[in-house]
């Protein structure tokens, strides 16, 4: 199994531009969240869902948008991309099971936003 | 609403010293309690967990208690390695799939 893979792993882009952060997992899990990690900050999640077809916001959704039209594959697009939006993001999927739960997370997709 | 707090970084300590990491937490009723780790250039991976008060989480050496009364999950380690440079991260789950973070404390070990 490969887990929680994460595409591209490094992306540079200019403010303005679109770009679309693509999630998969072979876990079969429900649930799939998408976190950003800034330094002092720890993980602040952005979107999350429950199931396929499903998407809520977290902490943070502003000039974020989701979709989960696969249960495997959790899309984050940013429509128009601001300095802000630099950081690291992070992609995590869980089966809720109880006191089994855990979050497995993918490596990370480092942004720069110029 | 729900908050995590653990000790600031960075933590820098010599190769076999005792690690205690802080943390404490905020949270309506009974929540789960985790450390994840983040080693350099990788995701988050989960360390350990305690889903009652008084249980206690392990794994590669490293314990943690579940305290209740002090709404405490203090991370600990008898002796460190190199091997352990990395973020830790405590975080709690109350009523719902989502986790609440801590800002994670950097350990650096040194030779």
Known sequence: NAGVTQTPKFRVLKTGQSMTL???????????????????????????????????????????NVSRLKKQNFLLGLESAAPSQTSVYFCASSYDSGQTYEQYFGPGTRLTVT | GDSVTQM???????????????????????????????????????????????????NKGFEATYRKETTSFHLEKGSVQVSDSAVYFCALRAGSYQLTFGKGTKLSVIP
């Open chain 1, 22 to 64: 693509l999630c998969a997992q072979d876990m079969n899990h429900e649930y799939m969240y998408w976190y950003r990690q800034d330094p002092g900050m720890g993980l602040r999640l952005i979107h999350y869902s429950v199931g396929e077809g499903t998407t809520a916001k977290g902490e943070v959704p502003d000039g974020y």
């Open chain 2, 8 to 58: 600031e970084g960075p933590v820098t300590l010599s190769e076999e010293a005792f690690l205690t990491i802080n943390c404490t937490y905020t949270a309506t009723g009974y929540p789960s309690l985790f450390w994840y780790v983040q080693y350099p250039g990788e995701g988050l991976q989960l360390l350990l967990k305690a889903t009652k008060a008084d249980d206690k989480g392990s």
